[in-house]
């Protein structure tokens, strides 16, 4: 199985819809039905779960020091007796 | 006066004016709880730090000056999100900023594929893999996405919103955000695998 074989090629192509469980119950038979039988897609499925876990972490960034007590500050006038 | 109905007794308006302040109290600190996930949003949507957090206290001064625009039991995250990608457009415009390029991207295994070549057919069944990409190389590679892409595959991706939510805060149709969306990774992975993948 390559990426030229067209049912390679249909997986590819439901393979975000997938990760995203946003696929209709007939293209998830199709997908997973593919991935039981190809190495190829399924390591490439694989590969991209990875990836985007990958990517959330890399690119999350920590609220900076100090900024929590500017926002506080932004809050309305603190009404008497609450 | 008192036969009309339209003045409230003191007490009673004294009471609602305490029980709204108690509300905006609530609404304040739930807001501020949600301030680091907001500013890990804010921090992928602009290029420096400073911007971010002067995007977020421009988001949070809005926020509580119009905090009874906000529906309680809906998503404040959401909500909060609304307000600084309409803030950061609004700079946009203000910086002028070229219009992006519609760039082609490659296929959706196009980054696996190369790393494949790599690193060895083998190799993709190993989560390690993708330590390969530098984590400076994932932040370059999301700021260079043209921003409307951008902005939707840091919603999803990073800040894990629904396509749904995604659509609301950016004011376009969910078939919008689902192919920016699919796009906007593909344009990724081509980018990572051009500057992190030697």
Same mark, same amino acid.
């Given at each position: 199985?390559?990426?030229?074989?067209?049912?390679?090629?249909?997986?590819?192509?439901?393979?975000?819809?997938?990760?995203?469980?946003?696929?209709?119950?007939?293209?998830?038979?199709?997908?997973?039905?593919?991935?039981?039988?190809?190495?190829?897609?399924?390591?490439?499925?694989?590969?991209?779960?990875?990836?985007?876990?990958?990517?959330?972490?890399?690119?999350?960034?920590?609220?900076?020091?100090?900024?929590?007590?500017?926002?506080?500050?932004?809050?309305?006038?603190?009404?008497?007796?609450? | 006066?008192?036969?009309?109905?339209?003045?409230?007794?003191?007490?009673?308006?004294?009471?609602?004016?305490?029980?709204?302040?108690?509300?905006?109290?609530?609404?304040?600190?739930?807001?501020?709880?949600?301030?680091?996930?907001?500013?890990?949003?804010?921090?992928?949507?602009?290029?420096?730090?400073?911007?971010?957090?002067?995007?977020? &206290? %421009?988001?949070?001064?809005?926020?509580?000056?119009?905090?009874?625009?906000?529906?309680?039991?809906?998503?404040?995250?959401?909500?909060?999100?609304?307000?600084?990608?309409?803030?950061?457009? %609004?700079?946009?415009?203000?910086?002028?900023?070229?219009?992006?390029? &519609?760039?082609?991207?490659?296929?959706?295994?196009?980054?696996?594929?190369?790393?494949?070549?790599?690193?060895?057919?083998?190799?993709?069944?190993?989560?390690?893999?993708?330590?390969?990409?530098?984590?400076?190389?994932?932040?370059?590679?999301?700021?260079?996405?043209?921003?409307?892409?951008?902005?939707?595959?840091?919603?999803?991706?990073?800040?894990?919103?629904?396509?749904?939510?995604?659509?609301?805060?950016?004011?376009?149709?969910?078939?919008?955000?689902?192919?920016?969306?699919?796009?906007?990774?593909?344009?990724?992975?081509?980018?990572?695998?051009?500057?992190?993948?030697?």
């Amino acid at each position: 199985m390559t990426a030229h074989d067209p049912d390679c090629e249909k997986c590819e192509e439901l393979l975000q819809g997938y990760l995203d469980r946003d696929l209709t119950q007939t293209e998830v038979v199709i997908a997973e039905g593919h991935l039981d039988r190809c190495d190829y897609c399924r390591r490439r499925y694989r590969f991209e779960e990875h990836l985007r876990r990958y990517i959330r972490v890399s690119a999350s960034e920590r609220m900076p020091a100090g900024l929590l007590a500017k926002l506080s500050e932004l809050r309305g006038p603190t009404a008497d007796g609450l | 006066m008192s036969e009309s109905g339209a003045v409230e007794p003191e007490a009673e308006a004294g009471r609602r004016i305490a029980t709204e302040a108690r509300e905006r109290v609530r609404f304040e600190e739930e807001a501020l709880e949600l301030a680091d996930q907001v500013y890990r949003v804010a921090r992928r949507m602009v290029s420096t730090r400073e911007e971010a957090e002067e995007l977020v &206290q %421009d988001t949070y001064a809005r926020a509580f000056r119009s905090w009874t625009s906000f529906t309680p039991g809906t998503n404040m995250r959401a909500w909060l999100l609304r307000i600084l990608t309409n803030l950061n457009t %609004d700079r946009g415009r203000k910086l002028q900023r070229t219009p992006d390029l &519609q760039p082609l991207e490659e296929s959706d295994y196009y980054l696996a594929n190369k790393v494949a070549a790599s690193e060895g057919e083998q190799a993709l069944d190993q989560e390690r893999v993708v330590e390969r990409l530098s984590q400076g190389g994932v932040v370059d590679a999301l700021a260079a996405l043209p921003h409307d892409f951008r902005d939707v595959v840091v919603l999803v991706d990073l800040g894990e919103f629904s396509y749904a939510d995604a659509a609301q805060i950016l004011d376009v149709p969910i078939g919008t955000v689902m192919s920016r969306l699919h796009r906007g990774r593909r344009i990724l992975k081509q980018k990572l695998a051009e500057e992190t993948l030697t």
